[in-house]
C-alpha cells in the first residue's frame, strides 16, 4: 500500500514568516493530495488539494506543490498568523480511494 | 457543504464491553465510508473502508473480529469495538464520500473519544 512521509514533525515560526511542510509518497498511482489542518479534538479540516495533472496550486497565502516524477509534494503557507497554529496532515489517494496520511507536523506560530 | 456526524462524541466504557459508533452523512448519499484511528499526537490510520451492501475492507494488521463495520445504508455506517481493552482508547474518525460529488473529496465526521478504563 500507499506510504506518506511528513517532515518535519515540528515547526515553529514567528509570525508573518513563512512555513514549508514537505510529504513524500509511495505509490506512483496515487493521483490526489490534499492537506488538512486539525486542531486538537477536532476533525481534520482540508485547506488545500491538488491533483496529479497539476503541478502548483494556490489560494491566498496557501500554496502546493507537486512533483510527480520525485513523488514528493509541498505545501507553503506565507505570512503566516497565529491562527495557523495547528497540525497539518498530508494525505495520498490512491486508485480505490483511500487516503493515507502522513504523520503529521505541529506549526507554532509565535506572535 | 457536505455534512457527516458521528455518535457518540465521547465514550467511556469498561474493558471487556463493546462499543457501537454512528457515522451518518447527514445530506448526501454515501456508498463508501472510512474508518480511521488516531492516537494522543499521532496521525489518522486507516482501520478499513466500508462498502454499502457489502462487506468491509480491511487494512493490515486491523481485526476484522474485532472491529465490525456495518454499512446497511446509503447514509450510515457502524464500527463497533468489541470486547474493548485500554490499548483500545483512541480517537475515532469516519469519513464519507458523496456518490454524486467531487470524486475526489471526502467529508470526515467530528469523531469519537473512546476511553476503555
Known amino acids: 500500500g500507499e506510504n506518506v512521509e511528513q517532515h518535519p514533525s515540528t515547526l515553529s515560526v514567528q509570525e508573518g514568516d513563512s512555513a514549508v511542510i514537505k510529504c513524500t509518497y509511495s505509490?506512483?498511482?496515487?493521483?490526489?493530495f490534499p492537506w488538512y489542518k486539525q486542531e486538537l479534538g477536532k476533525r481534520p479540516q482540508l485547506i488545500i488539494d491538488?491533483?496529479?495533472?497539476?503541478g502548483e496550486k494556490k489560494d491566498q497565502r496557501i500554496a502546493v506543490t507537486l512533483n510527480k516524477t520525485a513523488k514528493h509534494f509541498s505545501l507553503h503557507i506565507t505570512e503566516t498568523q497565529p491562527e495557523d497554529s495547528a497540525v497539518y496532515f498530508c494525505?495520498?489517494?490512491?486508485?480505490?480511494?483511500?487516503?493515507?496520511f502522513g504523520s503529521g507536523t505541529k506549526l507554532n506560530v509565535k506572535p | 457543504g457536505a455534512v457527516v456526524s458521528q455518535h457518540p462524541s465521547r465514550v467511556i466504557c469498561k474493558s471487556g464491553t463493546s462499543v457501537k459508533i454512528e457515522c451518518r452523512s447527514l445530506?448526501?448519499?454515501?456508498?463508501?465510508m472510512f474508518w480511521y484511528r488516531q492516537f494522543p499526537k499521532q496521525s489518522l490510520m486507516l482501520m478499513a473502508t466500508?462498502?454499502?451492501?457489502?462487506?468491509?475492507?480491511?487494512e493490515q494488521g486491523v481485526e476484522k473480529d474485532k472491529f465490525l463495520i456495518n454499512h446497511a445504508s446509503l447514509t450510515l455506517s457502524t464500527l463497533t469495538v468489541t470486547s474493548a481493552h485500554p490499548e483500545d482508547s483512541s480517537f475515532y474518525i469516519c469519513?464519507?464520500?458523496?456518490?454524486?460529488?467531487?470524486?475526489?473529496?471526502?467529508?470526515f465526521g467530528p469523531g469519537t473519544r473512546l476511553t476503555v478504563l
Open positions: 469519513s464519507a464520500r458523496d456518490i454524486a460529488g467531487e470524486w475526489n473529496e471526502q467529508f
Open positions: 491538488i491533483r496529479s495533472n497539476v
Open positions: 445530506d448526501f448519499q454515501a456508498t463508501t
Open positions: 494525505a495520498a489517494k490512491e486508485n480505490f480511494n483511500k487516503f493515507y
Open positions: 466500508s462498502n454499502e451492501g457489502s462487506k468491509a475492507t480491511y
Open positions: 505509490d506512483s498511482a496515487s493521483n490526489y
